[in-house]
């Protein structure tokens, strides 16, 4: 069975940062890319930032390239999302995700629960 769990969500103020962590059971780590994701009340599921499988490169979105970084530790297999510069805007439920390779929501096999994100003005 697929366990996602994430982790580190909360609340921070504008400008501070956190590090969401993914950690991954029941399946081949390497066989699968692992996304984030995030989705506020009303608005589609997006995709944030993404790291593939076979060689470790990493996809951002638009609005948080520069701001957060995406890694993974293969012996752990966990999955950290470090968010720096944080805004209001960013203000959602984080999802980790297998992905059959990065990008878009098409590509999803399995969801974690979700770790919410509040960024205070």
């Known amino acids: 069975e697929v366990q996602l769990v994430e982790s580190g969500g909360g609340l921070v103020q504008a400008g501070g940062s956190l590090t969401l962590s993914c950690a991954a059971n029941?399946?081949?780590?390497?066989?699968?890319?692992i996304g984030w994701f995030r989705q506020v009340p009303g608005k589609e599921r997006e995709d944030v930032s993404c790291i593939m499988a076979h060689d470790g490169s990493t996809y951002y979105a638009d609005f948080v390239k520069g701001r957060f970084t995406i890694s993974r530790d293969r012996a752990k297999k966990l999955v950290h999302l470090q968010m720096n510069s944080l805004n209001p805007d960013d203000t959602a439920v984080y999802y980790c995700?297998?992905?059959?390779?990065?990008?878009?929501?098409?590509?999803?096999?399995?969801w974690g629960q979700g770790t919410q994100v509040t960024v205070s003005s």
């Open positions: 029941g399946f081949p780590f390497d066989n699968y890319a």
């Open positions: 995700a297998t992905e059959y390779t990065c990008w878009g929501l098409d590509q999803v096999a399995d």
